[in-house]
Every structure is written in C-alpha cells, then in structure tokens.
C-alpha cells in the first residue's frame, strides 16, 4: 500500500517568512495529492491540492510542487503570518483505489513567530 | 459547498460500555465513507472503509469486531465502538466522498473519552 512520509515535524519561522514542507510517497499509482491544514481539535481544512498531470499549483501565498519521477511534493507558504500557525498534512491517493483513500503524512507543527 | 456533520463533537463513556457516532452527508450522497483515529499529537490513520450498503473494509490491525461501522444509507455512516477501554479515547473523524471521489469532505470529528 500507499506510504506517506513528510517533513519536518516541526518548522518555526519568523512572521515574514517563508515555509516549507516535503512528502514523498511510494506508490507511483498514486495521482491527487492535498494538503490540509489542522487546528487543535478541527477537522482538517483542505488548504490546496495538486493532479499529478501537473507540476506545480498556486493559490496566494500557497504553492505546491509535484515531482512525479522523483516522487515527492511540497507546500511552499510565503510570507507566513501568526495565524498560518497549525498542523499541517499531506495526503497521496492511490488511483487504484477507486474509493479514493487517501494516506496521510505524519503532520507538521508550523509555528510563525510575530 | 458539500458538509458532512458528525455528532456527537464530545462523548465520555464508561469502560466497558458502548458510543456510537454518526456522520451525515448533508446535500450530496456519500457513497463512500472513511472513518479515522487521531491520537494526541499524531497524524490521521485509518481505520475502515465502507460503502452505502456493503460491509465495511477495515485496516489492518482495527478490530471489526470492537469498531462496528455502518453505511445503511448514502447519507448517514456510524462507528459505535463496543466495550470501550481507556485506550480507545481519542479523535474520530469521518469523511465522505461522491461517486466520482473527486472530493473528499470532513466530519467535524468526535471526542471520545473513556472513564
């Protein structure tokens, strides 16, 4: 099956700045990859997502990129603000699982400083 | 857009007693639902997949048995968890998806405390 892993595990940034964070995943079938953004104790929010017939995806301050053959993405957020602070996930869908299940990465704490 | 709401938001049951928490599709039918565990600090893991009218597929390691899953209609799935021990407290959430399983939407997940 699907093997999700993400990093970090924690990210502290000066309000301003920019973030990162990387998720590779195993199974090369796998073809809708979200990220989520997770406040304690909510349901995780779809903050964007990317197909993998693209390379690259842009909503504001966020962005990910898709790398197919090296099999990893990452969520790019620019000039990161206190309330991006949270919990953020990826996920990978496999495409032979017609029932859409998704896989998530271990989570990462991002906590933006004023 | 599309909700799925999951009640009850907190429940604190007795050891050895059973909690059931539901999950419905407000204004699609969800074909399709995901029930998850989420412990302190870590990520979702799931635990079983169900179908409106079949018997639910479960992860390995989840007992069926323990987390009885339910998906009698396309807009309502529920979890009961039998003969609950301290260990089975955490957050449990649900998701749903159409059909075409484009879009996959999020309880507001449950509370589960076992005493």
């Known amino acids: 099956g699907e093997n999700v892993e993400q990093h970090p595990s924690t990210l502290s940034v000066q309000e301003g700045d920019s973030a990162v964070i990387k998720c590779t995943y195993s199974?090369?079938?796998?073809?809708?990859f979200p990220w989520y953004k997770q406040e304690l104790g909510k349901r995780p929010q779809l903050i964007i997502d990317?197909?993998?017939?693209?390379g690259e995806k842009k909503d504001q301050r966020i962005a990910v990129t898709l790398n197919k053959t090296a099999k990893h993405f990452s969520l790019h957020i620019t000039e990161t603000q206190p309330e991006d602070s949270a919990v953020y996930f990826c996920?990978?869908?496999?495409?032979?699982?017609?029932?859409?299940?998704?896989?998530f990465g271990a989570g990462t704490q991002v906590v933006v400083t004023p | 857009g599309a909700v799925v709401s999951q009640h009850p938001s907190r429940v604190i049951c007795k050891s050895g007693t059973s909690v059931k928490i539901e999950c419905r599709s407000l204004?699609?039918?969800?074909?399709?639902m995901f029930w998850y565990r989420q412990f302190p600090k870590q990520s979702l893991m799931l635990m079983a997949t169900?179908?409106?009218?079949?018997?639910?597929?479960?992860e390995q390691g989840v007992e069926k048995d323990k987390f009885l899953i339910n998906h009698a209609s396309l807009t309502l799935s529920t979890l009961t968890v039998t003969s609950a021990h301290p260990e089975d407290s955490s957050f449990y959430i649900c998701?749903?998806?159409?059909?075409?399983?484009?879009?996959?939407?999020f309880g507001e997940g449950s509370w589960l405390t076992v005493v």
């Open positions: 996920a990978a869908r496999t495409v032979a699982d017609s029932w859409g299940k998704l896989q």
């Open positions: 199974d090369s079938a796998s073809n809708y």
């Open positions: 990317i197909r993998s017939n693209v």
């Open positions: 204004d699609f039918q969800a074909t399709t």
């Open positions: 169900s179908n409106e009218g079949s018997k639910a597929t479960y």
């Open positions: 998701s749903g998806t159409d059909s075409k399983g484009n879009t996959i939407y």
